[in-house]
């Protein structure tokens, strides 16, 4: 089955430094990649949506220069949390469809634990 | 708008057990029904899915899904429960012709097998 490979899988990092997150699917093309967040014991949060070759689409309440999303090919989407803090420790998951094939599930990164100290 | 209900937060079952995890839907139209399992501290993998067909969907690991129309409903189960089946899953809806939008996923019921 298709694979998204999401990198890295923790991170943690100091308050005020940006951290990037990379999110690939490794045997498809995926024009549109969708960024959630998740915290403890909760259901994933919509973020934004990652569209190739334009800008992305954020979710009411999320803050688009904090999170900085960036999708320059079908296969790699970014997604940079800028000056860090610690309300931003998460785990963040990224998920792409094969656009080539129809009605097919999503499929997911495996996620990245960010621990801001 | 398009919604999904798992109303239990926590299911317990005894291994070998049958088990049902429920999920109820909202959704404009035909819907596109789905089944994730996550493990602590990792991304979600797909169990199964129903686009059309057949309403009786069976997934990976022994997981099966009925899809009831009437009821708007996509309850997973299982026959027999193993302890490795102790997870997080998610039930997640798509409208079918709501194209390339995101999963509309449910808040998640942890599942505890045991022993």
């Known amino acids: 089955g298709a694979v998204v490979s999401q990198h890295p899988s923790r991170v943690i990092c100091k308050s005020g430094t940006s951290v990037k997150i990379e999110c690939r699917s490794l045997d498809f093309q995926a024009t549109t990649m969708f960024w959630y967040r998740q915290f403890p014991k909760q259901s994933l949060m919509l973020m934004a949506t990652s569209n190739e070759g334009s800008k992305a689409t954020y979710e009411q309440g999320v803050e688009k220069d904090k999170f900085l999303i960036n999708h320059a090919s079908l296969t790699l989407s970014t997604l940079t949390v800028t000056s860090a803090h610690p309300e931003d420790s998460s785990f963040y998951i990224c998920?792409?469809?094969?656009?080539?094939?129809?009605?097919?599930?999503?499929?997911f990164g495996q996620g990245t634990r960010l621990t801001v100290v | 708008a398009q919604s999904v209900a798992q109303p239990e937060d926590q299911v317990n079952v005894a291994e070998g057990n049958p088990l049902t995890v429920k999920c109820t839907y909202s959704v404009s139209g035909n819907p596109y029904l789905f089944w994730y399992v996550q493990y602590p501290n990792r991304g979600l993998q797909f169990l199964l899915k129903?686009?059309?067909?057949?309403?009786l969907v069976k997934g990976s690991y022994g997981f099966e899904a009925e899809f009831n129309k009437s009821q708007t409903s996509f309850h997973l189960k299982k026959p027999s429960a193993l302890v490795s089946d102790s997870a997080l899953y998610f039930c997640a809806v798509r409208g079918a012709n709501s194209g390339n939008t995101p999963l509309v996923f449910g808040k998640g019921t942890r599942l505890s097998v045991i022993a």
């Open positions: 998920s792409a469809r094969d656009l080539n094939r129809v009605n097919t599930e999503a499929f």
């Open positions: 129903y686009i059309t067909g057949d309403n």
